[in-house]
């Protein structure tokens, strides 16, 4: 028997392998509420009045900075956003120093985003308050996974037994490897799709299949996840040409029509159109991309919620 | 003043004996050993029983860090670590500021340690001006005030010509040629050992070839010149291979590997504990095991600990801008004789001091390493039996970023002492 959780073990949330199968359970239940309040002419709810947030953002970021933004201020907390672009020990503040001046702010929660993978456990090291890994390096981004984890459970209705195909750039995909952990924790099987040189070391390790050739790692598949490939790791010699990245690793139209009818094609966005993806597939009736953004919100302010509302009162759920 | 140590059970490895007895000192040499040793009147007397009485540790791989980084460690405090963990002699690396690439350098050097040293030292100069790896390091010089051996440690010297060339010069003066084996071209941006970890944690990987490489190419190389080439802090098991292919055709090869290369793996990089971060990175165990046996089976010859201290305040930051190193001086010793000998039995304590002592003396050429009538009388004796737990606050040198803090440990040396002078009684500095 599977116990239900009622709260998270931890004051922050780092990564999708620290949590627990009823903990990923708990925030999605709790994400189906607020995608309720998401959909009243009223969005605003009080149950984090009074509370502080701080977004730290070392690195450039629309979607995600603005998602939690909202998220937060749709629970009345007080959100603050930093944007500091400058991140290395040699220039500016260090981290260290950054996160005693925000301590000595009195912060409720801290978000950050990091270029470097494990500076939010450094953070969660050294600060009384809690900590949201909202991306950090090629680690982890849990928030994402969550997001992708709600997403496929409300169309397909559940998780268990699903055949996710994660296709691209897995070896520099911080939003790859929380899948994969989220995925494999509610019971998916998992199949990763990219040439050697996009694979990292060992990664069967974490239960995984690895697949070289698109088809033979999509064709099966319930679900289809899309990865952002990046230009610049050309340069790196990890692969030739976009054009031909697109030839063989593509999602486009044609792919699309040969995959099962009720497939689902997921992306995290930014898409590169006529890269990973094209407009037939990414538009398609097959595509829950723009509702990925959404329900993004919904799970954020669960989180939030779990993390900072605990003790107060369910008025606004019930 | 005549020192007696009495009592003590005296490991001497040149004769692979070791029995109970007295050894007496005077005026820096070892004067007498044996039982019952009458040492008159006017003798300092240090009674070992129960411990053992051996050659004081050599350690050919260390960073003092001075002149240049004496934020980190300094002549005087690396020193003083080295003696707590029964080090005697130790060569610390060409990569200070100003490098150690000229004759004046490595005297400013020997005149510190006159001033300040705790323990015998002795300079690495480097293989190029100014680490650069272009051109040569005045290495005649440097010879000529006494140093045995070069080395660009921290850095490979990337043009095979180059190294080539250096390798030819420096036999001129009879240097041994140390190296570091990292091929930058596929370390680049690295900060940990490729594997299942670095996927999981998501930092850039290290593969083991980018050692391997390297060694291959210096170990031809060394063949091509004839030159001793020694090579530093081995870490995986396709470096033992070959190096022990080398040693096989009779190319001049020796090797070292340090105790954390020897203890831990990458699985202890999982919290991004900043002390873990070290180059080469800690590898697998299955490359351990490699490291063990060769260890053993002499495919390589000794222990060194690459002591590398940072200051606390720069092991404060993100994995990925924490300066890489160890500060291994003052646990080398108890981490292998309770992993090595204690738990696991693979070691017997003889191979281990061997190692530790002898090996490394006679591969650099010092007459040091054992406890024989009329040697210099550089002496550690360790207390075998007492468990003792690694704290912070009482690790000496300036450095304390060492993933061993926190852990229990068995081999604690309890007097120490250099050419005749104690350094080190009852586990306090002396000096």
């Known amino acids: ?318 | 003043m005549n020192l007696l140590i009495s009592n003590g059970r005296v490991i001497d490895p040149v004769n692979g004996k070791e029995f109970e007895a007295d050894l007496l000192t005077a005026e820096g040499k070892i004067k007498k050993i044996g039982k019952d040793i009458d040492a008159g009147d006017n003798c300092r007397i240090i009674d070992a029983s129960g411990k053992i009485v051996v050659p004081g540790l050599i350690d050919l791989h260390v960073h003092l860090r001075e002149p240049g980084f004496e934020h980190k460690e300094t002549i005087a405090s690396g020193t003083r670590s080295a003696a707590r963990g029964g080090f005697t002699s130790v060569f610390p690396m060409a990569n200070t500021d100003p490098v150690v690439d000229n004759a004046s350098v490595v005297e400013f050097i020997l005149s510190r340690a006159r001033e300040e040293a705790a323990v015998e030292i002795y300079p690495v100069g480097s293989i190029t001006k100014n680490l650069a790896g272009e051109e040569l390091s005045e290495m005649g010089a440097m010879a000529s005030k006494g140093a045995k051996a070069v080395s660009d440690d921290g850095k490979t010297v990337a043009s095979a010509a180059v190294m080539r060339r250096a390798m030819e010069y420096a036999k001129n003066f009879s240097l041994s040629v140390i190296a570091h084996c990292e091929d930058e071209n596929l370390s680049r941006g690295g900060l940990m050992h490729e594997g299942y970890y670095s996927t999981v944690l998501g930092l850039p990987p290290i593969p083991a070839a980018a050692e391997e490489i390297i060694i291959a190419r210096d170990l031809i190389l060394a063949e091509l010149t004839g030159v001793h080439l020694h090579i530093a802090h081995v870490s995986t098991s396709g470096s033992v291979n070959l190096i022990r292919r080398a040693k096989e055709k009779g190319i001049k090869v020796t090797a070292e590997v340090t105790p954390h290369h020897l203890t831990l793996t990458h699985s202890e990089v999982k919290s991004y504990n900043p002390h873990t971060k070290v180059n080469p990175p800690l590898r697998t165990q299955k490359d351990i095991t490699a490291l063990r046996e060769g260890l053993k089976n002499g495919i390589i010859d000794i222990v060194a600990t690459d002591h590398a201290p940072h200051a606390s305040h720069e092991k404060m930051a993100e994995y990925e801008d924490v300066p890489s190193g160890i500060s291994g001086l003052e646990t080398a010793f108890a981490v292998l004789y309770t992993e090595l000998v204690k738990k696991s039995g693979e070691f017997t304590l003889l191979e281990l001091i061997e190692k530790m002592t002898l090996n490394p003396a006679e591969i650099i050429g010092i007459e040091r390493g054992t406890l024989s009538m009329g040697e210099t009388a550089n002496i550690s004796i360790i207390d075998l039996d007492t468990e003792w737990l690694l704290t912070e606050e009482e690790i000496i040198s300036k450095g304390k970023n060492t993933p061993y803090i926190g852990k229990s440990f068995y081999g604690r040396p309890t007097d120490v002492i250099v050419q005749g002078r104690v350094v080190i009684e009852d586990e306090e500095l002396r000096v």
């Not at chain 1, 199968?21 to 607020?34: F, H, P, Q, R």
């Open chain 1, 1 to 318: 028997m599977v116990l239900k959780a009622t709260s998270l073990s931890k004051k922050d949330l780092l990564g999708l392998q620290e949590l627990k199968a009823e903990e990923i359970g708990l925030i999605l239940d709790t994400a189906e509420s607020m995608k309720e309040i998401l959909s009243r002419k009223v969005k605003k709810v009080p149950a984090l009045r009074g509370k502080t947030v701080i977004n730290l953002f070392y690195e450039p970021s629309t979607r995600t900075s603005s998602s939690f933004n909202l998220a937060g201020k749709y629970l009345s907390a007080d959100v603050m956003n930093l944007s500091i672009s400058q991140s290395s020990v040699h220039k500016g503040e260090s981290l260290y120093d950054t996160a005693r001046t925000i301590e000595a702010m009195n912060a409720d929660l801290i978000v950050i985003r990091h270029k470097a993978a494990g500076a939010p456990h450094f953070l969660a090291r050294y600060l009384e308050p809690g900590v949201i890994n909202a991306g950090d390096g090629m680690h982890e981004h849990p928030t994402q996974a969550l997001l992708d984890l709600f997403t496929i459970r409300e169309n397909k209705g559940s998780i268990s037994g699903q055949k996710v195909s994660i296709v691209g750039d897995i070896s520099h995909s911080r939003v790859a490897r929380s899948n994969i952990w989220g995925l494999k924790k509610m019971g998916a099987d998992v199949t990763l799709v990219a040439p050697d040189t996009l694979i990292p070391e060992d990664i069967e390790d974490m239960g995984v299949k690895v697949e070289n050739r698109l088809w033979a790692g999509i064709e099966s598949a319930d679900i289809v996840y899309l990865l952002r490939i990046q230009l610049e790791r050309q340069k790196d010699a990890l692969f030739s040409t976009l054009r031909e990245y697109a030839r063989f690793y593509g999602v486009n139209g044609a792919v699309l029509s040969e995959l099962s009818p009720d497939v689902l094609i997921m992306h995290p966005g930014p898409m590169n159109r006529g890269v990973e993806v094209d407009d037939k597939a990414a538009d398609s009736s097959n595509s829950v991309i723009t509702e990925q953004v959404t329900n993004g919100l919904a799970v954020r302010m669960a989180i939030f919620y779990l993390l900072l509302g605990r003790g107060g009162k369910d008025e606004f759920i019930d």
